[in-house]
Each structure stands twice: as C-alpha cells, then as structure tokens.
C-alpha cells in the first residue's frame, strides 16, 4: 500500500477495505465482485485510491454478459429456433450464434438477442422482409398470445373508416370491458 496516496491530502496512512458489490444484467441472474476501498486516516476520505476497481468491475461484466447471451441463445434454441434460420432472418453472417455463445458477443449483440428472447415473433417480420403486411399480421397475433398468455383485458375492434384499421383498447381490472361484438379478451378467458 506504499506506492497508493489519498488524491485530496496525500498521506499514506490509509486503511484498505474489501467490500461486495452486487449486480444484475436485464434478463440475466445477479453476481457478485469484491471491490477495494480505501480510507485515508489523516482526512478521512473514502474511495477507490488505486484505480484497481474499474478493471475488477469491467472483467464481471465481460463474464455476466457472456454467460447471459449463452443463456439467452438457449432459450432461443428451446423454442425451435436453430441458429441458421435465426441468422438467415436478420442477414447476420453464419455462425455469429456460435461466437456469441462462446462468449464473443458485442453490446449490440447482446440487446438483439434480449430483443427476440422478450420477443420472438420480431423473427417472423424480419423473415418476411419487412412488409407492412406482415408486420401487421405478427404484431396483432403476438399482442392477442401476450394479452392472453398474461390475463391482460384488451377488446380488438376494426374500424370501418375510409382506412382499414385496428383499434386495440387496454382496460384496468377495474374497467368493463364492453361486449361489441367485436374480438374481445377479458380475464378468466
């Protein structure tokens, strides 16, 4: 500890402590790194005097990132989707699920794969090109299967203005949801 001084008085009569810190990726599990920090004696500031901790803090994220994209690449494959259909639909080269499963996945990486997992059904738009159409035809499934799936009120209605269209109204639980006539989800069904 001879070579490490408090940055606001100098002095080296420091005390050192290890501390836990926790974090959690989004959709990732929690982990846990120690971190040091020093307390100057003679002032009394408190804080990382040695620079140590950035590297400490950046080697658990580069860990929990590639443990969460191999994760993530899992949940994808449990849903039937192979790598090759996956990287076909979004035009990334082959083999790119392989590298980031092995741990050599990018920031950007990382947000699509958190992307399809929370939304798997973006694959489908993306394997028929983009087309108004089709993404039309996914969204209004995948919102009926996620309202469903979470016991969400919701009435579908088409408007029969000059433009074809729908019109998707969320209820409260504590709001009725009228029965128009039109496709209705209501808790329950």
Known sequence: MSNIMCPVCGSEDLTQENRNEKRQLTLGQPYEYSVVVYHCNNCGEYGD????????????????????????????EERKIS?????????????????????????TGLALLRLITAMPWLLLIAEAKYTPLAMAQVLSKALHELCVKHNIPISFEKDH???PRVVVTFYTPQQQVPNNG??????GT
């Open 161 to 163: 203005a000059d433009e």
């Open 49 to 76: 005097f040695s620079e140590e901790n950035e590297t400490v803090r950046l080697h658990y994220l580069e860990l929990a990132e590639d443990k969460l994209a191999a994760d993530l690449i899992e949940q994808i």
């Open 182 to 187: 039109f496709s209705t989800i209501q808790s």
């Open 83 to 107: 790598n090759a259909s996956f990287e076909r639909a979004l035009e990334i080269p082959p083999r790119t699920l392989t590298k980031w499963k092995k741990g050599k996945v990018s920031a």
